[in-house]
């Protein structure tokens, strides 16, 4: 009830300053036949492009009957290039992309892309949500990243560029050349929006109630299981938990595992009214 | 995109359990709600009472969505070139943005595919009856409504079904207001409300009186600037042509960055005047008259073009019509026009034809309801008109937040009755209340809203019915 109380009509400044107009990458995968599936959009979280979801998930999605997208946020992947992006830009393109999807989508963000879908839920009553090693920012996630890679992290502090390592991003059941062969393809995310991931308020609370499903591992060196369940407890649940994989759960030796996890809570999720 | 009146449609065909007043079957259709009307404000209707757990039965003359907008409609008053007046930020639905592709002002026809879009995208045409209009609202047992529907046109027979609620979403710009004036009958040149006017070709090489100088007669007028052979605008006050953009935005985004800061209204008249300043300057030099009220206390014009063809000398105005002549129209101050073609633009009147006037408190019948938030009924809990609201701005954003409301209200009758009771008493306590600053009485203003007073009593109004 407290949240409800939270939604905010007035929104002056997204009404006078709205945001720029980008050109956005979104790639997708559609079953051969249309099942009447909701479809789903995967955003990636920072420093990760369309292509993260490109690799299986999308495909997979398809072949059970959902008709798959991925974007890139601007800046990334293939997408305009927006250095100065802010949290609110990227919220905005998601929001666009899901409104542009010919039917009410599922929204699927993945590490801090799970936190720039937390905000466009206050912007889109999306069917249901999931948020898979979602980066909600915060000194703990800060902290966590220092302590196991303190040369990837430490220029982001300062505006540089982000760089998780492979031990972060990866088990080791993936084969080196393609952990290498992801990491490479790696890029980065804006500025503000890096910083945003310190300071940034809450997002508001989700339009039209949206089921709200977490999923990580136990074993991700970027997200620690406590904040998954920080996270979890926000949408009224628990995480459903994946032991042995990175934080790439998309990209992972096991990726199948969760996509089909995420698939049959769908098809059983009971419709967002 | 589709237009059939043959979508998956709900069958209120339920079993008749009762009978009505005068001994008509009638079927219960139980907890459902009756929505009148699937332009922007009916469809936005039917989206948030399903969001919020509601079914819905939502009745449509029309073959398809979209009200107002949709050009293909009898009733529809839009004309080929109309765009929208307020830019993109303030007229989309709050939670289903235009695409970024889109101009800050988009035409009407990108608006009538972005109500087609947003009932697909929420699955909403399966909860519409197309072709089928209310004729009858009428309070029933238990603050329900018996609904009565028949074919539009009168074909077929009439059905009667009973509510839990109602939203009245009808329009307001579909009933032209014409007014009266001494020879009219006599007069031998053409003449039209501006209802009827849909392409410039009607203009064309004719000499056209253009009456009226809300947003449409201002079009019209800068359309037979360039068309007409000869182009009189009438209007019976000097008006603020406001320009579409100012100091390198939507005007209407410069003005809410003050809003945003609660820059005083007087504040920013004296902004206003010192932009007109630096641009076009006084407007009676080109012998326009001088507004005899401050900046914002008409409707808001949007109209770049009309002082440039007013400077070009293709527009020439002049006074109130006098009254008419066979061949000739004599204005205010005694001068006489020959114009072969009148077209009045002068507004609509909002019309309940279904409903007794008494029910709204509107004891005159003139249809001006007397309502909180120009959306609730005093002593009508489960009623609600979405739409009736004249803003400064657009008014989708508007309708969207008057449902959350209703949504919320009608679970908190069910949940929270003491809340809803509060409520009611709110209704009763404020009915008639105002959301503007100070504006020239007239036939048009009496709904007229600021949209950021307007929303802001909506958000208290959700934080009374739902805080603490
Ligand atoms: C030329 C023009 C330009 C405008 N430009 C803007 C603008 O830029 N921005 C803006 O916000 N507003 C603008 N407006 C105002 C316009 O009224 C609204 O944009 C909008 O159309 C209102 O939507 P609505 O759903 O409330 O009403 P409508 O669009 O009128 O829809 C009402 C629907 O109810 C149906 N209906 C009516 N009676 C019955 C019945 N008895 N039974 C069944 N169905 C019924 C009608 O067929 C119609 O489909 C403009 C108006 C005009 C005339
Ligand atoms: N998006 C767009 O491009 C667009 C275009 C057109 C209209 N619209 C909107 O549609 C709505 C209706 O607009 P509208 O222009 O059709 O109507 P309107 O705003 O009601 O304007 C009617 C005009 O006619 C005048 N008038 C009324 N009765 C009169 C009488 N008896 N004698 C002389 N003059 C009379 C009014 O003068 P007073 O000043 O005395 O009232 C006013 O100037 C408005 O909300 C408008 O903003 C939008």
Redesign the pocket.
């Known amino acids: 009830m407290s949240a409800r109380s939270e939604l905010r009509i007035m929104r002056g400044r997204e009404w006078s300053r709205p945001v720029r107009a980008a050109r956005r990458e979104v790639l997708s995968a559609t079953p051969e036949l249309e099942e009447g599936r909701p479809p789903l959009l995967f955003v990636p979280g920072f420093g990760h492009g369309a292509w993260a979801f490109a690799e299986h998930w999308l495909g997979h999605a398809a072949s059970r009957g959902f008709p798959a997208y991925a974007m890139s946020l601007r800046g990334h992947g293939a997408s305009e290039p927006a250095p100065e992006a802010s949290l609110r830009a990227y919220a905005h393109d998601v929001v666009q992309v899901a409104a542009g999807l010919p039917r009410q989508a599922v929204l699927v963000g993945h590490g801090a892309g799970a936190l720039v879908v937390a905000h466009a839920l206050a912007r889109y009553p999306a069917r249901s949500a999931v948020l898979v090693a979602p980066v909600f920012g915060g000194w703990g996630v800060l902290g966590a990243a220092l302590r196991r890679n303190p040369s990837g992290t430490l220029p982001a502090v300062f505006g540089g560029p982000l760089r998780l390592s492979r031990g972060q991003l990866f088990s080791r059941e993936l084969p080196d050349a393609e952990a290498r062969r992801h990491i490479a393809r790696l890029g980065r995310a804006g500025r503000r929006a890096q910083w945003a991931l310190l300071g940034e308020p809450e997002a508001e609370p989700a339009v039209g109630a949206p089921p709200v499903l977490v999923l990580g591992s136990p074993d991700d060196r970027v997200v620690p299981t406590s904040t998954l369940n920080r996270v979890a407890r926000r949408y009224g649940s628990a995480p459903l938990l994946f032991p042995g994989m990175g934080h790439d759960l998309m990209l992972d030796a096991r990726w199948a595992e969760p996509i089909d996890a995420i698939l049959d809570w769908l098809e059983k999720e009971p419709a967002a009214h | 995109m589709s237009t059939s009146t043959d979508h998956g449609r709900p069958d209120p065909e339920a079993t008749p359990s009762a009978l009505s007043r005068d001994g008509r079957p009638v079927s219960d259709r139980g907890d459902t709600i009756c929505v ?8 936005t209707a039917i989206k948030n009472l399903r969001e919020h757990g509601f079914g819905v039965d939502c ?4 073959t398809g ?6 050009w293909r ?1 009898d ?1 529809s ?3 080929a070139s ?5 830019s993109k930020p303030f ?1 989309q639905f709050p939670d289903f943005p235009m695409p970024d592709s889109w101009p800050d002002y988009p035409h ?1 026809s990108q ?1 009538l595919s972005y109500f087609e879009r947003y009932a697909d995208h929420f699955d909403l045409r399966s909860h519409i009856w197309f072709g ?4 009858r609202v009428e309070p029933a047992a238990g603050e329900r409504w018996d609904v009565t ?1 028949r074919s ?1 046109g009168g074909y077929g027979p009439e059905r009667t079904s009973q509510y839990a609620a109602v939203v009245v ?6 009933s032209p207001k014409l007014p009266r004036y001494e020879g009219l009958e006599q007069f031998r040149g053409e003449i039209m409300h ?2 009827s006017y849909k392409d410039p070709a009607q203009l064309r090489g004719k000499r056209v009186l253009v009456v009226g100088a809300g ?2 007669g201002c ?1 019209i007028a800068v359309e037979a600037a360039q068309q007409a052979s000869r182009c009189w605008h009438s209007t019976r006050r000097g008006y603020w042509y406001a320009p579409k953009y100012v100091l390198g935005r939507p005007a209407d985004q410069v003005n809410d960055s003050l809003l945003a800061l609660r820059v005083p209204l007087r504040v920013r008249q004296w902004l206003y005047h010192w932009t007109l300043r630096l641009t076009v300057g006084d407007l009676t030099r080109f012998g326009l008259p001088r507004p005899d009220h401050r900046v914002y206390e008409t409707h808001p014009i949007a109209n770049s073009q009309l002082v440039y063809y007013v400077g070009h000398g293709a527009i020439g105005p002049v006074p109130d019509v006098a009254r008419f002549h066979p061949y000739a129209v004599e204005l205010t101050d005694g001068r006489e026009i020959d114009p072969e073609l009148v077209i009045f633009a002068t507004g ?1 009147l909002p019309r309940f ?2 409903l007794d006037a008494s029910v709204f408190g509107d004891s005159a019948g003139v249809g001006r309801p007397t309502l909180w938030l120009n959306a609730f009924t005093p002593g009508h809990p489960t009623l609600a008109v ?3 609201v ?2 400064d ?4 954003t508007l ?1 969207h937040w008057q449902m959350v409301l209703f949504a919320r209200l009608l679970q908190a009758r069910r949940d929270r009755p003491d809340r809803a009771a509060a409520f009611a008493q709110r209704v009763r306590d404020r009915a008639g209340e105002r959301y503007s600053a100070q504006v020239k009485e007239s036939s048009r203003h009496w709904f007229e809203v600021g949209h950021a007073d307007y929303l802001r009593a909506v958000q208290r109004a959700l934080h009374d019915l739902e805080g603490k």
């Open positions: 009148i009307g699937a332009g922007a404000s009916g469809l009745y449509e003359r029309e969505v979209g009200g107002a907008w949709n409609h009733r008053p839009v004309y109309t765009h929208l007046l307020s007229t009407h608006l089928t209009e209310v004729i529907t539009t979403a009808n329009g307001h710009n579909w501006a209802s947003n449409t079009d609509y034809e279904f979405a739409g009736l004249q803003p701005s657009g008014l989708f309708s």
